[in-house]
Protein backbone atom coordinates (compact mmCIF):
# COMPACT_ATOMS: atom_id res chain seq x y z
CA UNK A 1 0.00 0.00 0.00
CA UNK A 2 2.78 2.81 1.15
CA UNK A 3 4.74 1.52 -2.11
CA UNK A 4 1.46 1.78 -4.10
CA UNK A 5 0.95 5.86 -2.65
CA UNK A 6 4.73 6.68 -2.97
CA UNK A 7 4.50 5.72 -6.76
CA UNK A 8 1.32 7.21 -7.35
CA UNK A 9 2.72 10.38 -5.33
CA UNK A 10 6.27 10.39 -7.80
CA UNK A 11 3.73 9.97 -10.81
CA UNK A 12 1.63 12.98 -9.76
CA UNK A 13 4.66 15.33 -9.57
CA UNK A 14 6.21 14.21 -12.37
CA UNK A 15 2.99 15.02 -14.44
CA UNK A 16 2.96 18.51 -12.52
CA UNK A 17 6.84 18.82 -13.97
CA UNK A 18 5.81 17.77 -17.30
CA UNK A 19 2.19 20.42 -17.43
CA UNK A 20 5.16 23.25 -16.20
CA UNK A 21 7.87 22.35 -18.70
CA UNK A 22 8.53 24.88 -20.95
CA UNK A 23 6.65 27.27 -19.35
CA UNK A 24 9.01 29.30 -17.68
CA UNK A 25 10.40 32.36 -19.77
CA UNK A 26 13.47 34.19 -18.70
CA UNK A 27 13.70 37.62 -19.90
CA UNK A 28 15.83 37.53 -22.90
CA UNK A 29 16.68 41.08 -22.65
CA UNK A 30 19.60 40.43 -20.55
CA UNK A 31 21.20 38.63 -23.88
CA UNK A 32 21.00 41.92 -26.05
CA UNK A 33 23.09 43.69 -22.95
CA UNK A 34 27.23 43.88 -23.22
CA UNK A 35 28.26 40.37 -21.72
CA UNK A 36 29.74 42.14 -18.47
CA UNK A 37 28.98 45.21 -16.69
CA UNK A 38 32.03 47.96 -17.99
CA UNK A 39 33.88 48.45 -14.93
CA UNK A 40 33.25 44.09 -14.00
CA UNK A 41 35.25 43.70 -17.31
CA UNK A 42 37.60 46.37 -16.14
CA UNK A 43 38.56 44.62 -12.87
CA UNK A 44 38.43 41.52 -14.83
CA UNK A 45 41.41 42.52 -17.29
CA UNK A 46 43.37 44.15 -14.45
CA UNK A 47 43.01 41.29 -12.04
CA UNK A 48 44.30 38.57 -14.78
CA UNK A 49 47.64 41.65 -15.63
CA UNK A 50 48.19 41.68 -11.91
CA UNK A 51 48.33 37.69 -11.34
CA UNK A 52 50.94 37.37 -14.33
CA UNK A 53 52.43 40.17 -13.55
CA UNK A 54 53.13 39.96 -9.31
CA UNK A 55 56.16 42.61 -8.91
CA UNK A 56 54.39 44.68 -10.66
CA UNK A 57 52.24 47.72 -8.67
CA UNK A 58 49.09 49.00 -10.41
CA UNK A 59 47.72 52.13 -9.80
CA UNK A 60 43.82 52.34 -10.05
CA UNK A 61 42.23 55.14 -11.57
CA UNK A 62 39.82 53.75 -13.10
CA UNK A 63 36.36 53.36 -11.22
CA UNK A 64 35.38 56.56 -9.56
CA UNK A 65 35.85 54.84 -6.03
CA UNK A 66 37.42 56.93 -3.26
CA UNK A 67 40.52 56.32 -1.29
CA UNK A 68 39.67 58.83 1.87
CA UNK A 69 38.33 57.77 4.76
CA UNK A 70 35.05 58.30 6.25
CA UNK A 71 35.37 62.08 7.97
CA UNK A 72 35.12 62.38 11.65
CA UNK A 73 31.50 63.68 12.58
CA UNK A 74 30.25 60.58 10.36
CA UNK A 75 32.39 58.32 12.01
CA UNK A 76 31.76 59.58 15.80
CA UNK A 77 27.92 59.53 14.49
CA UNK A 78 27.70 55.72 13.82
CA UNK A 79 29.70 55.10 16.70
CA UNK A 80 27.09 56.93 18.95
CA UNK A 81 23.94 55.13 16.30
CA UNK A 82 26.30 51.62 17.08
CA UNK A 83 26.01 52.18 21.17
CA UNK A 84 22.02 52.91 20.83
CA UNK A 85 21.96 49.84 19.21
CA UNK A 86 23.39 48.01 21.74
CA UNK A 87 21.08 49.29 24.44
CA UNK A 88 17.26 47.92 24.76
CA UNK A 89 15.72 51.36 25.40
CA UNK A 90 17.66 52.50 21.90
CA UNK A 91 17.88 49.65 19.79
CA UNK A 92 16.03 49.85 16.52
CA UNK A 93 14.33 47.30 14.48
CA UNK A 94 12.72 47.76 10.98
CA UNK A 95 12.67 51.39 10.05
CA UNK A 96 10.63 53.60 7.85
CA UNK A 97 11.20 52.08 4.21
CA UNK A 98 11.53 55.94 2.87
CA UNK A 99 13.88 57.12 5.29
CA UNK A 100 14.38 58.29 9.24
CA UNK A 101 12.52 62.22 9.66
CA UNK A 102 16.15 63.28 11.00
CA UNK A 103 17.91 62.36 7.76
CA UNK A 104 14.93 63.21 5.75
CA UNK A 105 15.06 66.86 7.26
CA UNK A 106 19.08 66.98 7.00
CA UNK A 107 18.52 66.48 3.14
CA UNK A 108 15.69 69.12 3.52
CA UNK A 109 18.10 71.60 5.24
CA UNK A 110 20.57 70.84 2.49
CA UNK A 111 18.17 71.67 -0.61
CA UNK A 112 16.75 75.02 1.67
CA UNK A 113 20.41 76.64 1.32
CA UNK A 114 20.58 76.31 -2.15
CA UNK A 115 16.85 78.22 -2.23
CA UNK A 116 15.32 74.96 -3.28
CA UNK A 117 11.93 73.74 -0.91
CA UNK A 118 11.02 70.12 -0.68
CA UNK A 119 8.37 68.51 1.42
CA UNK A 120 9.86 65.83 3.54
CA UNK A 121 6.93 63.24 1.34
CA UNK A 122 9.84 64.46 -1.46
CA UNK A 123 12.62 63.07 -0.05
CA UNK A 124 13.02 59.42 -0.08
CA UNK A 125 16.49 57.69 1.20
CA UNK A 126 17.90 55.09 -0.33
CA UNK A 127 21.25 52.93 -0.52
CA UNK A 128 22.64 54.93 -3.29
CA UNK A 129 22.16 56.62 -6.66
CA UNK A 130 22.86 53.34 -8.84
CA UNK A 131 19.93 51.35 -7.12
CA UNK A 132 17.24 53.97 -7.52
CA UNK A 133 18.17 54.93 -10.96
CA UNK A 134 17.53 51.41 -12.19
CA UNK A 135 14.47 50.98 -9.67
CA UNK A 136 12.68 53.51 -10.55
CA UNK A 137 11.84 51.82 -14.16
CA UNK A 138 9.18 49.95 -12.43
CA UNK A 139 7.05 53.07 -12.36
CA UNK A 140 6.97 53.51 -16.22
CA UNK A 141 5.67 51.31 -18.84
CA UNK A 142 7.97 49.14 -20.81
CA UNK A 143 6.53 51.17 -23.96
CA UNK A 144 8.36 54.38 -23.36
CA UNK A 145 11.24 55.65 -25.43
CA UNK A 146 14.19 56.42 -23.41
CA UNK A 147 16.72 59.67 -24.18
CA UNK A 148 19.96 58.73 -22.79
CA UNK A 149 22.88 61.10 -23.44
CA UNK A 150 26.10 58.97 -25.53
CA UNK A 151 28.65 58.73 -23.62
CA UNK A 152 26.88 58.43 -20.65
CA UNK A 153 27.14 56.25 -16.79
CA UNK A 154 26.05 52.80 -18.49
CA UNK A 155 23.75 52.09 -15.75
CA UNK A 156 21.18 53.87 -17.93
CA UNK A 157 21.26 52.01 -20.72
CA UNK A 158 21.99 48.47 -19.36
CA UNK A 159 18.85 49.32 -17.10
CA UNK A 160 16.08 50.26 -19.84
CA UNK A 161 17.44 47.43 -21.78
CA UNK A 162 16.91 44.51 -19.09
CA UNK A 163 13.52 45.95 -19.31
CA UNK A 164 13.21 46.28 -23.20
CA UNK A 165 12.49 49.82 -23.64
CA UNK A 166 13.24 51.75 -26.66
CA UNK A 167 16.80 53.54 -26.19
CA UNK A 168 17.75 56.21 -28.63
CA UNK A 169 20.60 58.93 -27.66
CA UNK A 170 21.44 62.52 -27.67
CA UNK A 171 25.22 62.71 -29.06
CA UNK A 172 27.41 64.35 -26.82
CA UNK A 173 30.83 65.24 -28.19
CA UNK A 174 33.40 67.45 -28.71
CA UNK A 175 31.62 69.89 -31.21
CA UNK A 176 28.87 70.47 -28.16
CA UNK A 177 31.12 70.27 -25.39
CA UNK A 178 29.50 67.06 -24.48
CA UNK A 179 26.57 68.96 -23.34
CA UNK A 180 23.97 67.54 -26.15
CA UNK A 181 20.88 70.00 -26.28
CA UNK A 182 17.26 68.59 -26.77
CA UNK A 183 15.86 68.05 -30.23
CA UNK A 184 12.37 69.56 -30.11
CA UNK A 185 11.14 67.43 -33.19
CA UNK A 186 11.89 64.49 -30.86
CA UNK A 187 9.05 62.83 -28.73
CA UNK A 188 10.74 60.77 -25.94
CA UNK A 189 8.83 59.43 -22.77
CA UNK A 190 12.03 59.24 -20.11
CA UNK A 191 15.29 61.59 -20.49
CA UNK A 192 18.33 60.99 -18.49
CA UNK A 193 20.57 63.69 -17.55
CA UNK A 194 24.00 63.49 -16.32
CA UNK A 195 24.87 67.31 -14.36
CA UNK A 196 27.82 66.98 -13.58
CA UNK A 197 28.49 64.44 -16.26
CA UNK A 198 29.96 61.04 -15.65
CA UNK A 199 32.00 60.43 -17.67
CA UNK A 200 33.24 63.54 -19.52
CA UNK A 201 32.74 66.53 -16.29
CA UNK A 202 30.71 69.10 -18.39
CA UNK A 203 28.08 70.57 -16.64
CA UNK A 204 25.13 72.42 -18.07
CA UNK A 205 24.15 75.73 -17.04
CA UNK A 206 21.03 76.99 -15.94
CA UNK A 207 19.97 78.36 -19.42
CA UNK A 208 20.87 74.32 -20.46
CA UNK A 209 19.07 73.16 -18.64
CA UNK A 210 15.97 75.65 -18.74
CA UNK A 211 15.88 74.57 -22.37
CA UNK A 212 15.48 70.42 -20.92
CA UNK A 213 13.44 71.66 -18.41
CA UNK A 214 11.00 73.22 -20.81
CA UNK A 215 11.49 70.65 -23.96
CA UNK A 216 10.51 68.25 -21.05
CA UNK A 217 7.10 69.81 -20.37
CA UNK A 218 6.31 70.64 -24.09
CA UNK A 219 6.34 66.62 -24.37
CA UNK A 220 5.21 65.30 -21.36
CA UNK A 221 8.37 63.65 -20.63
CA UNK A 222 10.23 62.85 -17.35
CA UNK A 223 13.73 63.58 -16.26
CA UNK A 224 15.48 61.57 -14.83
CA UNK A 225 18.55 63.89 -13.17
CA UNK A 226 21.85 62.35 -11.74
CA UNK A 227 23.07 64.85 -9.30
CA UNK A 228 25.61 62.50 -7.59
CA UNK A 229 28.41 64.41 -8.41
CA UNK A 230 27.04 67.87 -7.53
CA UNK A 231 29.32 68.57 -4.73
CA UNK A 232 32.07 69.03 -6.70
CA UNK A 233 30.69 72.20 -9.11
CA UNK A 234 32.33 74.92 -7.67
CA UNK A 235 30.86 77.65 -9.24
CA UNK A 236 28.09 79.15 -7.45
CA UNK A 237 25.94 80.06 -11.27
CA UNK A 238 26.33 76.33 -11.87
CA UNK A 239 22.89 74.43 -10.96
CA UNK A 240 23.88 71.60 -8.50
CA UNK A 241 19.97 70.29 -8.28
CA UNK A 242 17.81 70.59 -11.08
CA UNK A 243 14.71 72.21 -8.77
CA UNK A 244 17.09 75.37 -9.02
CA UNK A 245 15.51 75.69 -12.56
CA UNK A 246 11.79 76.92 -12.92
CA UNK A 247 9.36 74.14 -13.69
CA UNK A 248 11.69 71.27 -12.89
CA UNK A 249 9.30 69.86 -9.96
CA UNK A 250 6.63 69.13 -12.72
CA UNK A 251 8.73 67.33 -14.43
CA UNK A 252 11.89 66.11 -13.13
CA UNK A 253 13.14 63.43 -10.66
CA UNK A 254 16.60 63.84 -9.12
CA UNK A 255 18.78 61.15 -8.15
CA UNK A 256 21.83 61.88 -5.68
CA UNK A 257 24.33 59.91 -3.44
CA UNK A 258 26.79 60.25 -0.51
CA UNK A 259 29.22 58.15 -2.41
CA UNK A 260 31.24 60.80 -4.03
CA UNK A 261 29.76 63.48 -1.43
CA UNK A 262 30.96 61.95 1.47
CA UNK A 263 32.79 58.64 1.12
CA UNK A 264 30.22 56.70 0.75
CA UNK A 265 30.58 54.10 -1.71
CA UNK A 266 31.16 51.10 0.61
CA UNK A 267 28.54 52.78 3.41
CA UNK A 268 26.03 52.76 1.05
CA UNK A 269 23.66 56.27 1.44
CA UNK A 270 22.09 58.50 -1.17
CA UNK A 271 18.38 60.25 -1.74
CA UNK A 272 15.93 60.50 -4.37
CA UNK A 273 13.36 63.34 -4.76
CA UNK A 274 10.27 62.78 -6.06
CA UNK A 275 8.42 65.98 -6.56
CA UNK A 276 4.56 65.93 -5.16
CA UNK A 277 3.68 67.69 -8.18
CA UNK A 278 4.66 64.21 -10.28
CA UNK A 279 1.62 63.15 -8.22
CA UNK A 280 0.86 59.75 -9.19
CA UNK A 281 5.20 59.10 -9.35
CA UNK A 282 5.19 59.99 -5.98
CA UNK A 283 3.10 57.98 -4.60
CA UNK A 284 4.14 54.87 -7.17
CA UNK A 285 7.61 55.16 -6.03
CA UNK A 286 6.76 55.30 -1.76
CA UNK A 287 4.00 52.22 -2.90
CA UNK A 288 7.47 50.31 -4.18
CA UNK A 289 9.61 50.90 -2.19
CA UNK A 290 7.81 49.86 0.89
CA UNK A 291 7.00 46.38 -0.81
CA UNK A 292 10.46 45.74 -2.02
CA UNK A 293 12.81 47.86 0.29
CA UNK A 294 13.54 48.27 4.04
CA UNK A 295 14.70 51.42 4.08
CA UNK A 296 19.17 52.03 5.33
CA UNK A 297 20.16 50.72 8.37
CA UNK A 298 19.81 53.34 11.23
CA UNK A 299 23.64 53.18 11.82
CA UNK A 300 24.21 54.23 8.47
CA UNK A 301 21.22 57.29 8.19
CA UNK A 302 23.25 59.07 11.33
CA UNK A 303 26.11 58.85 9.93
CA UNK A 304 24.58 60.27 6.57
CA UNK A 305 22.77 62.63 9.13
CA UNK A 306 26.07 64.06 10.23
CA UNK A 307 27.57 64.48 6.29
CA UNK A 308 24.98 67.49 7.02
CA UNK A 309 26.04 69.06 10.00
CA UNK A 310 28.65 71.83 10.01
CA UNK A 311 31.63 69.47 10.89
CA UNK A 312 30.66 67.33 8.39
CA UNK A 313 30.43 70.07 5.78
CA UNK A 314 33.57 71.62 6.90
CA UNK A 315 34.96 67.82 6.78
CA UNK A 316 33.77 66.67 4.03
CA UNK A 317 34.79 69.56 1.87
CA UNK A 318 38.62 69.29 2.91
CA UNK A 319 38.06 65.90 1.39
CA UNK A 320 36.76 67.14 -1.77
CA UNK A 321 39.22 69.84 -1.93
CA UNK A 322 41.96 66.49 -1.96
CA UNK A 323 40.49 65.33 -4.89
CA UNK A 324 40.58 68.37 -6.98
CA UNK A 325 44.34 68.79 -6.31
CA UNK A 326 44.76 65.20 -7.54
CA UNK A 327 42.62 66.46 -10.68
CA UNK A 328 44.79 69.34 -11.11
CA UNK A 329 48.07 67.01 -11.04
CA UNK A 330 46.29 65.08 -13.61
CA UNK A 331 44.98 68.00 -15.54
CA UNK A 332 48.50 69.64 -15.58
CA UNK A 333 50.38 66.37 -17.23
CA UNK A 334 47.95 65.93 -19.88
CA UNK A 335 48.91 69.81 -20.78
CA UNK A 336 52.03 69.67 -20.71
CA UNK A 337 52.05 65.73 -22.92
CA UNK A 338 50.14 68.35 -24.87
CA UNK A 339 46.81 65.85 -25.06
CA UNK A 340 43.70 66.75 -25.14
CA UNK A 341 41.15 66.87 -22.56
CA UNK A 342 37.68 68.00 -20.56
CA UNK A 343 36.08 67.88 -17.09
CA UNK A 344 38.33 67.85 -13.80
CA UNK A 345 37.16 71.34 -12.50
CA UNK A 346 33.55 70.78 -11.45
CA UNK A 347 34.09 66.97 -11.34
CA UNK A 348 36.48 63.94 -10.17
CA UNK A 349 36.75 62.65 -13.92
CA UNK A 350 38.91 63.88 -16.34
CA UNK A 351 38.25 62.99 -20.08
CA UNK A 352 40.62 62.62 -22.93
CA UNK A 353 41.64 62.48 -26.21
CA UNK A 354 43.67 59.00 -26.87
CA UNK A 355 46.95 59.92 -28.08
CA UNK A 356 48.34 58.75 -31.50
CA UNK A 357 44.56 57.79 -32.55
CA UNK A 358 44.55 54.97 -30.60
CA UNK A 359 41.01 53.37 -29.49
CA UNK A 360 40.15 53.38 -26.01
CA UNK A 361 40.62 49.70 -25.15
CA UNK A 362 44.27 49.73 -27.24
CA UNK A 363 44.87 52.95 -24.95
CA UNK A 364 43.79 50.85 -22.12
CA UNK A 365 45.55 47.94 -22.82
CA UNK A 366 48.73 50.12 -23.12
CA UNK A 367 49.02 51.88 -20.11
CA UNK A 368 47.88 48.92 -18.07
CA UNK A 369 50.97 46.96 -20.16
CA UNK A 370 54.00 49.68 -20.14
CA UNK A 371 52.87 51.96 -17.21
CA UNK A 372 50.52 49.82 -15.44
CA UNK A 373 48.01 52.32 -14.74
CA UNK A 374 44.12 51.74 -15.15
CA UNK A 375 41.68 54.13 -16.46
CA UNK A 376 38.11 53.54 -18.00
CA UNK A 377 37.58 53.07 -21.81
CA UNK A 378 35.70 55.63 -23.25
CA UNK A 379 33.89 53.52 -25.31
CA UNK A 380 32.86 51.65 -22.17
CA UNK A 381 30.38 54.46 -22.05
CA UNK A 382 28.81 54.73 -25.35
CA UNK A 383 30.13 54.80 -29.12
CA UNK A 384 30.80 58.60 -28.51
CA UNK A 385 33.19 57.70 -26.25
CA UNK A 386 35.67 55.80 -28.92
CA UNK A 387 38.73 57.04 -28.82
CA UNK A 388 38.46 59.03 -25.46
CA UNK A 389 39.62 57.60 -21.92
CA UNK A 390 38.29 58.75 -18.62
CA UNK A 391 40.97 59.56 -15.30
CA UNK A 392 39.36 59.54 -11.64
CA UNK A 393 41.09 62.00 -9.17
CA UNK A 394 39.67 59.38 -6.71
CA UNK A 395 43.43 57.73 -6.15
CA UNK A 396 45.37 58.67 -3.42
CA UNK A 397 47.87 61.65 -3.62
CA UNK A 398 50.74 59.76 -4.06
CA UNK A 399 49.48 57.31 -6.46
CA UNK A 400 48.08 60.24 -8.50
CA UNK A 401 51.56 61.71 -8.54
CA UNK A 402 53.05 58.63 -9.53
CA UNK A 403 50.74 57.74 -12.00
CA UNK A 404 51.22 61.11 -13.40
CA UNK A 405 54.78 60.83 -13.17
CA UNK A 406 54.88 57.62 -15.02
CA UNK A 407 52.66 58.98 -18.02
CA UNK A 408 55.09 61.65 -18.61
CA UNK A 409 57.66 58.58 -19.19
CA UNK A 410 55.59 57.77 -21.87
CA UNK A 411 53.52 60.64 -23.58
CA UNK A 412 55.52 64.12 -22.62
CA UNK A 413 57.24 65.93 -25.55
C1 LIG B 1 32.08 55.28 -12.02
O1 LIG B 1 33.27 55.00 -11.94
O2 LIG B 1 31.56 55.66 -13.06
C2 LIG B 1 31.26 55.19 -10.78
O3 LIG B 1 32.04 54.93 -9.69
C3 LIG B 1 30.29 54.12 -10.91
C4 LIG B 1 29.23 54.24 -9.87
O4 LIG B 1 29.10 55.25 -9.19
O5 LIG B 1 28.48 53.29 -9.78
Not at 17 to 27: D, Q
Not at 249 to 265: P, R
Request: with cysteine; charged share 25%.
Amino acid sequence: MLMYQIKNFCIIILQDIRIYEGEMNINENYLNLEQSYLFSTVARKVNEFAKNNPDKKIIRLGIGDVTLPLCKAVIDAMHKAVDEMAKQETFRGYGPEQGYDFLQNAVKNYYKKRSVELEISEIFISDGAKSDLGNILDLFSKDNTVLVPDPVYPVYVDTNIMAGRKVVFANANGENGFLPMPDLSQKVDIIYICSPNNPTGAVYNKEQLKQWVDYAKSINAIILFDAAYECFVSDENLPKSIYEIDGAKDCAIEFCSLSKTAGFTGTRCGYTIVPENLDKLNKFWLRRQTTKFNGVPYIIQRGAEAVFSDNGQKEIKENIEYYKENAKTISQTLDECGIWYTGGKHSPYIWLKCPNNMTSWEFFDYLLENIQVVGTPGSGFGKNGEGYFRLTSFGSKENTIEAMKRFKTLFKK
